[in-house]
């Protein structure tokens, strides 16, 4: 597409509850980033894909937290009993995966565990 | 854990006057780039300066990079209400260079 794509833009859930969060990077876009950001902070890395592998899943904050991603392009992104600290917004960037390797985001998921 | 620090945390400046904005990181890096953000959500790129670069311009932006010292400086000239965001200092490193980590930021407000 045009654009990275994300879904939900806005999720609301209940302690507990397992969610899941999609992204649809720009086409021909190899490398793939999922991030977190809490109100007024920075960027938390997660994880990132090369094609279908991810080399660094460091930064998932716990074995609650998966990401994967099929066919090179759509990523999911899932959180399992979900917690309060959980929520935040999740932002997806892809980027070309060679050269220079520029980052395009997307809008982002917000993500209100009550 | 976050790659990069960013100072100050916070910035408030009369229009027309330059903003400066710091950001130190810890490894070595293939390139650094800067990102802003409006309204808390998706970040948009504006300048790349790779490890061999020293100073880069883009228009009423300024890039510095010292490697020895592992730090990065983006100089905004002539700002404008517009320009109020937070800005964000990125490394990538790693196997290829695609691990790309952010800094804290620093939030941008211009006063008209």
């Known amino acids: 597409g045009a654009g990275v794509s994300q879904s939900p833009s806005n999720k609301v859930t209940e302690k507990g509850k397992d969610v899941e969060l999609r992204c649809d990077p720009i086409s021909g876009h190899t490398a793939l980033y999922w991030y977190r950001q809490s109100l007024g902070q920075g960027l938390e890395f997660l994880i990132y894909?090369?094609?279908?592998?991810?080399?660094?899943k460091s930064g998932l904050p716990s074995d609650r937290f998966s990401a994967e991603r099929t066919g090179g392009s759509v990523s999911t992104l899932t959180i399992q009993r979900t917690q309060q600290e959980d929520s935040a917004v999740y932002l997806c960037?892809?980027?070309?995966?060679?050269?220079?390797?520029?980052?395009?985001f997307g809008a982002g998921s917000r993500l209100t565990v009550l | 854990s976050q790659q990069g620090e960013e100072d100050p945390q916070a910035l408030s400046i009369q229009e027309g006057e330059n903003a400066t904005m710091n950001c130190s990181y810890k490894?070595?890096?293939?390139?650094l780039q800067w990102y802003r953000q409006n309204s808390g959500r998706g970040l948009v790129h504006l300048i790349l300066i790779r490890s061999n670069e020293r100073e880069k311009h883009s228009g009423r932006l300024r890039v510095t990079l010292d490697t020895s010292k592992k730090s990065s400086s983006l100089l905004i000239t002539a700002s404008r209400a517009a320009d109020t965001a937070s800005y964000f200092c990125?490394?990538?490193?790693?196997?290829?260079?695609?691990?790309?980590?952010f800094g804290a930021g620093t939030r941008l407000f211009v006063k008209a």
């Open positions: 894909f090369q094609g279908n592998s991810a080399p660094d």
């Open positions: 990125a490394t990538a490193s790693g196997t290829g260079g695609f691990k790309t980590i």
């Open positions: 490894t070595s890096i293939n390139n």
């Open positions: 960037a892809s980027s070309p995966g060679r050269g220079a390797n520029v980052l395009t």
